[in-house]
């Protein structure tokens, strides 16, 4: 029995995630990738690293911005399983 457990106390937090995969912070995502916007005449092309993004509205493309910034790692990894299916 650990100390902490003697005195009635929860568990380090740390022992808690030890089983869950390591994810960089939200502020690490954003500022992995240089994020750009270039409006076109119709809709906006975002690029974020070396990927670019096209959408029809910029409407459309502000939403996708900024579901990224509010939750970079979760949204690169929906955009990256995107990008592996176009390539087959």
């Not at 003697?6 to 995502?29: A, L, Y």
């Not at 579901?67 to 592996?84: G, N």
């Amino acid at each position: 029995m650990r100390d902490n457990q003697i005195h009635g106390e929860e568990p380090c937090q740390v022992e808690k995630c030890s089983n869950e995969p390591w994810q960089p912070s939200r502020q690490e995502c954003l500022r992995d990738w240089e994020v750009k916007i270039r409006f076109l005449t119709l809709g906006c092309v975002i690029s974020v690293g070396c990927k670019e993004i096209p959408f029809t509205t910029i409407k459309e493309g502000m939403e996708a911005l900024n579901e990224y910034v509010a939750k970079p790692y979760e949204t690169r990894q929906i955009w990256e399983k995107r990008f592996q299916e176009e390539e087959k």
